[in-house]
């Protein structure tokens, strides 16, 4: 939800995503964040995305959030009013990256809803089908990382990772396999590429037949 209410935003500036962004130190040190960026350090919209689909380094996401609305908690009404519009109905955001919290909660239906508004974008179908990108702060500090999709292929065309202590390992995967296009979503798992892979070729084996 973080990704697509930023890139609803672009549909109103299209310069939105070449805009520079501070992180502050909540950001820096965040749980779950990258510990070698530096407080006060710049990046674009576009490169903390980046960050933020293939990594989910969180303070890309918590930096984002407070661009976006000032604080962190606003930015999480934002979330919650979103996820109405969408008839994501048993879905409510505590916090933008996904931290296990007694009030953040969602359903496999309502990510399968949410991961189909956030993938027609061209920007993130550019972005996750990539092994590996380069980014560069604005004093031209280079950063550099690799895909977490250990599937990605041509016919794996879009997987979404994220582990929490609660939902263990989940994912999110499109497959594009001749005319056939299909999404897949795993909670709660303890092994998430190979029992995400057994279940494709198990879908798969059962369509062409």
Not at 162 to 178: D, G, R, V, Y
Request: proline share 1%; hydrophobic share 45%; charged share 25%.
């Amino acid at each position: 939800m973080s990704v697509l209410l930023i890139l609803e935003n672009k549909k109103n500036n299209q310069n939105y995503l070449n805009n520079w962004v501070k992180l502050d130190a909540n950001s820096v040190f965040h749980p779950g964040s990258r510990i070698d960026i530096k407080i006060w350090e710049q990046f674009t919209v576009r490169d903390l995305l980046k960050w933020a689909l293939i990594h989910s380094w969180n303070n890309a996401i918590i930096a984002l959030a407070k661009y976006d609305s000032w604080t962190v908690d606003k930015f999480v009404e934002k979330m919650n009013k979103r996820a109405k519009e969408l008839w994501l109905n048993h879905t409510h955001f505590e916090n933008p990256t996904w931290f296990d919290d007694k009030w953040h909660f969602t359903t496999a239906r309502d990510l399968a809803i949410l991961a189909k508004y956030v993938y027609k974008y061209n920007f993130v179908q550019e972005v996750v089908k990539q092994k590996k990108w380069i980014i560069f702060s604005k004093s031209r500090r280079r950063v550099e990382f690799l895909t977490t999709n250990r599937l990605l292929s041509d016919e794996v065309i879009w997987m979404k990772t994220w582990t929490t202590p609660n939902a263990w390992q989940c994912l999110i995967t499109i497959i594009k396999k001749e005319w056939k296009e299909l999404l897949f979503v795993l909670l709660g798992s303890r092994n998430r590429f190979w029992e995400t892979k057994s279940l494709i070729n198990f879908v798969f084996d059962k369509i062409d037949k």
